[in-house]
C-alpha cells in the first residue's frame, strides 16, 4: 500500500508533465516491488526482519542521548562548562540541577527513537507475518522466532519509553489511528504482555560462549520481564520483589540458557566480548563493518588522547563528560553520601588504574586518571589543549580552576587576586577546567595504532548475568535477607581482587540503602543505567551530591515530553509539573 501511494504520486507529477508537451500519459510499469515480488529469498526476508535491529544498535549502542539522559543528572556523571567550552546554553548545567525543560534535545530523541524503534519493528512484524517461510525452505521454527525476537524489540523500546517518560503511545499496527498516551498501569501491562507471548518462541542458548549476534534470546527476554518487575513500584506502584526474584534465579540456573559470570572483567567488555559467557544480549560491532561506539568516546576522553594511544587514527575527542568529584579543590574528600565514584573503588581493584593497552587484545585499568604518559610507551602522552596547553595531562578527581589561582590574569578592580589561594576556589558544573573529573573508558576500550584493526571490535553489552546477579540480590535485600543479598553480590566483586581477596565485601551488616547504590554503580557505571537505580531507590530527586541540592519534586523522576511532538499529536498530555499537563 505504502509502495502504491508513493507511486501514485510520482506518476501525478509526471502526467502533469506531460500535458504540457500534449504527450501520452498513460503510465508504463516496468517493474513494481510488493510483498509478494520482494520476497522471494531468504536473503530478502532477512533483511527486512534486520531493518529494525539497525535502529535499536543505533538507539542502544551508539546515539549519546540515550546514555546522557541516564547518566547526566545523576551521582555518576557530569558534563561541566570548561572553561569557554561546553557551555552550550546552560543546557547542562540544567540537566545537572534537574532543571529539565521540554525543549532539550536529548529529552526530543529519547522519546523519537523509541517510537520510532516501535513502528520500524511492528512494521517489519506486519510485513514477515504473511511470508510463506515454508515456501523459501526456512528451518522449522524460524518464522515464529523471528516474529518473537521483533516482538521482544518492541517491548524492549516500550520499556526504556516507559521508564523515561511514563505512559506511552500504544499501538500493535503501524495502520491504526494516532493514539494518545495510555496509562503507566496499561503500558506495563502491554510490555508485559508482549513479553510473555514472545518468550516460548524465541531461541536458547545451548553452549556456553557461543557467539552472541545481536538477536534476542530467551534469556534477554526473561530478563527484560525481570527488569520490567524490578522497577514495578515506580512505574504502577506496585512491589513485584518475588516475581522479579523467580526469574532472576531461573536465569541463573539456566533454565533460559547457559549463561556464567565472567572470570576476567576485561574479557566482558573487550575485543572479544562476544563470546564471553556474561553476555546475554549486546549491540554487535566490528572494525570497518558495524562500527558503534558505547563509550561515546568522543565526549569522555581529553583532548589529544590519541596520542596516549600511538596516535590511534579517528580517536580524538570533544573533551566533555568525567566522573562527579570526590575531592574538592584542597583535596579534602566531600561527605555526601552519593557520587564521589572514583574513591567509592577500592584501591585493591584490579579496575582502579589507569588504562592500558598492552597488546594482543589484552588491556588492564578502567579509567583515565593521572598523568597521561603511557607506560608501556612513555613517549606517547596526551598533551593539553587549553588550560594545560604544552604539558602533559593529569586527570584529577576534582573540579576547579587551578590555573586562576594567584594568577594576574584575574584580579578585581582594586588589583587584587580573585582567588588568592587554592582555598578560595569555586567546585561548580561552571567552573572546571579541560583536566577536571576521571574519565571511564569500560564499555568499548580502544587499542593502540600498531593494533588499529581492532578498533570497534568490542561489542555493547545490553544485558548481562550480572545485572541479574545485582536484582536477585536486591530483591533478596528488599525481602529481609541480606545474607543471601551479599552472597551474590561477591560472586560478582570478588573477580576484581587478587586471587579472589576482596578486602571490603559486602556483609548482612554494612548492606543498607547506600551501600546497594555503591555496589550498583560501581558495577555499571558508564553503563547508562544510574537513573534509574536512583529513582527505585528514591534518591533521584531527595539526595545531595556534589554541586546538587535535591529537588524534592518528584514529577523529576520523569522527563518532559518535547514540544514538537506534543504539537503533532494534540492527543498526548505532558507530564506533571512541565507546564502543559
Not at 318 to 333: E, I
Not at 415 to 425: K, R
Not at 548 to 569: C, D, M
Request: net charge negative; with cysteine.
Amino acid at each position: 500500500m505504502k509502495t502504491n501511494n508513493i507511486l501514485k504520486s510520482i506518476l501525478g507529477g509526471v502526467a502533469a508533465a506531460a500535458a504540457l508537451t500534449s504527450c501520452n500519459i498513460d503510465p508504463d510499469f516496468y517493474s513494481q516491488v510488493t510483498p509478494g515480488t520482494f520476497y522471494t529469498s531468504q536473503e530478502a526476508v532477512y533483511q527486512r526482519y534486520a531493518r529494525p535491529f539497525t535502529h535499536w544498535r543505533w538507539y542502544a549502542g551508539h546515539n549519546e542521548n540515550l546514555w546522557r539522559l541516564q547518566e547526566l543528572g545523576t551521582d555518576e556523571f557530569m558534563l561541566p562548562t570548561r572553561g569557554s567550552d561546553w557551555y552550550n546554553g546552560g543546557v547542562y548545567q540544567k540537566f545537572h540541577h534537574h532543571e529539565y525543560t521540554e525543549d532539550m534535545t536529548c529529552v526530543y530523541e529519547g522519546w523519537r527513537l523509541s517510537q520510532m524503534g516501535t513502528a520500524l519493528a511492528w512494521d517489519a512484524l506486519e510485513d514477515l507475518r504473511d511470508v510463506d517461510f515454508n515456501k523459501l525452505g526456512f528451518p522449522e521454527g524460524t518464522r515464529e522466532s523471528m516474529l518473537s525476537q521483533l516482538q521482544g524489540l518492541v517491548s524492549y523500546f516500550y520499556l526504556k519509553g516507559l521508564d523515561l517518560f511514563g505512559g506511552m503511545p500504544l499501538y500493535t499496527t503501524t495502520q491504526s489511528d494516532i493514539q494518545p498516551r495510555a496509562t503507566d498501569e496499561r503500558t506495563f501491562e502491554f510490555i508485559d504482555s508482549l513479553l510473555t507471548e514472545a518468550l516460548p518462541n524465541v531461541p536458547v542458548k545451548t553452549e556456553l560462549g557461543a557467539k552472541e549476534s545481536g538477536s534476542i534470546s530467551a534469556a534477554a527476554v526473561a530478563a527484560m520481564k525481570a527488569q520490567l518487575y524490578f522497577n514495578a513500584n515506580v512505574y504502577i506502584r506496585k512491589e513485584m520483589w518475588t516475581e522479579c526474584a523467580k526469574i532472576c534465579q531461573d536465569i541463573i540456573d539456566k533454565k533460559y540458557g547457559k549463561y556464567e559470570l565472567d572470570p576476567d572483567w576485561t574479557n566482558v567488555f573487550g575485543f572479544n566480548n562476544d563470546t564471553s559467557p556474561e553476555i546475554i544480549w549486546c549491540v554487535p560491532s566490528e572494525n570497518a563493518k558495524l562500527e558503534s561506539d558505547g563509550t561515546h568516546w568522543s565526549d569522555m576522553v581529553p583532548y589529544n588522547y590519541r596520542n596516549y594511544l600511538g596516535g590511534l587514527e579517528n580517536s580524538g575527542s570533544n573533551n566533555a563528560v568525567g566522573l562527579m568529584p570526590s575531592l574538592d579543590p584542597t583535596g579534602r574528600p566531600y561527605t555526601t553520601k552519593l557520587g564521589r565514584v572514583y574513591s567509592k573503588f577500592n584501591d585493591k581493584d584490579v579496575r582502579k588504574q589507569n588504562y592500558v593497552y598492552l597488546g594482543d587484545g589484552k588491556y588492564k585499568g578502567m579509567f583515565i586518571v593521572g598523568e597521561l604518559r603511557n607506560p608501556e610507551n612513555p613517549e606517547w602522552t596526551c598533551m593539553g589543549s587549553r588550560e594545560y596547553k604544552g604539558k602533559v595531562i593529569n586527570e584529577v578527581d576534582q573540579v576547579a580552576y587551578f590555573t586562576r589561582v594567584a594568577n594576574p590574569k584575574y584580579v578585581d578592580a582594586n588589583g587584587n587576586y580573585l582567588y588568592p589561594t587554592v582555598a578560595d576556589l569555586p567546585s561548580t558544573i561552571a567552573t572546571a577546567e579541560e583536566n577536571s573529573g576521571i574519565r571511564v573508558t569500560k564499555v568499548c576500550p580502544r587499542p593502540t595504532q600498531t593494533d588499529k584493526k581492532l578498533m570497534f571490535n568490542p561489542d555493547i553489552p545490553v544485558i548481562r548475568l550480572a545485572e541479574i546477579y545485582y536484582m536477585l540480590a536486591e530483591c533478596k535485600m528488599r525481602q529481609g535477607d541480606k545474607k543471601g543479598a551479599a552472597e551474590l553480590i561477591n560472586k560478582v566483586r570478588k573477580r576484581y581482587f587478587e586471587d579472589g581477596n576482596d578486602p571490603d565485601p559486602v556483609t548482612e551488616t554494612n548492606l543498607d540503602k547506600y551501600r546497594m547504590l555503591d555496589e550498583w554503580m560501581e558495577e555499571f557505571v558508564a553503563e547508562g543505567r544510574r537513573r534509574t537505580d536512583l529513582i527505585r531507590w528514591d534518591a533521584y530527586v531527595t539526595e545531595d551530591w556534589w554541586d546538587h541540592k535535591a529537588t524534592n519534586n518528584k514529577n523529576f523522576n520523569r522527563f518532559p515530553v518535547y514540544y514538537s511532538i506534543l504539537e503533532a499529536n494534540q492527543k498526548l498530555k505532558q507530564n506533571p509539573g512541565y507546564g502543559r499537563d
